[in-house]
């Protein structure tokens, strides 16, 4: 396809959209264009991008010798510094929602599933990268272990940690669909460069989606749900930043 062409004709289908949408009450011209372009860019991604397509990856020589900790690190909350006294030794991932098989699973039974290693770099919206080095078990080994029923459309991540760094703060949360969650890179990493996954960094475990932007990447996990629809949760956009204005589908 020319690539010329396809632009013009994007651009022309959203100019319309956006006319189109123009008399949506309550609906500002700005928050109109960034739903258009998030669903522009998702839709592009998912026609030209196969779905196994994967994350270029690293050598270990590769790797960074600094990965910045941002967002929370160190959470607050007081059932998160229960688990962190105790080593996460009583820690339980709990996987619920549309599911026909509900489980709560330690960290000693997520690592007799099947473990998977990659080396991969990671791509902040605030425009730095880094390279690490991940481990952990493909969250499609969990999602068949629990079994989705048929109305399961989203996967959505509940945290311990409160951005403010508070008790009692709004807990982070984000979502993904079946695609990225299926996605053979997609996993829940319980290791960085080959060490136990550091407190910083999220542990006792933090996802890796690594096709999409750093905020995608929960970390502190306590829950997973598996839902048809997020409009229920928080402010409705699938995600801590979402709900303050960020693109729910960050893919790069």
């Not at 739903?35 to 690293?58: D, V």
Request: charged letters at 25%.
């Amino acid at each position: 396809m020319n690539r010329r062409r396809w632009l013009t004709g994007a651009l022309a289908t959203a100019a319309t959209a956006m006319l189109a949408a123009c008399g949506q009450a309550g609906t500002s011209l700005a928050e109109q264009a960034r739903r258009m372009g998030e669903g522009l860019t998702r839709r592009s991604q998912r026609l030209f991008i196969p779905p196994n397509a994967l994350a270029p990856t690293y050598s270990r020589a590769e790797i960074s010798p600094d990965f910045k900790a941002n967002g929370s690190i160190d959470p607050a909350a007081s059932d998160y510094l229960a688990l962190k006294a105790d080593g996460f030794a009583s820690y339980k991932l709990v996987i619920d929602g549309l599911v026909e098989r509900p489980l709560a699973l330690s960290l000693t039974d997520l690592r007799t599933r099947p473990a998977q290693s990659q080396i991969t770099k990671h791509d902040c919206v605030e425009g730095w990268t880094s390279i690490a080095e991940w481990t952990g078990v493909r969250l499609e080994t969990l999602l068949d272990e629990a079994g989705l029923k048929p109305e399961a459309r989203y996967i959505v991540f509940h945290c311990f940690d409160a951005l403010t760094q508070t008790e009692d703060g709004e807990r982070y949360y984000e979502s993904i669909d079946l695609i990225d969650a299926r996605h053979p890179q997609t996993i829940l990493a319980w290791e960085m460069n080959g060490a136990v996954l550091p407190v910083p960094h999220g542990a006792p475990l933090r996802l890796r989606v690594e096709r999409q932007l750093g905020y995608k990447h929960a970390k502190y996990i306590k829950r997973i749900e598996v839902v048809e629809s997020f409009a229920h949760l928080g402010g409705g956009k699938g995600g801590y930043w979402e709900d303050r204005g960020y693109e729910w589908y960050a893919g790069i």
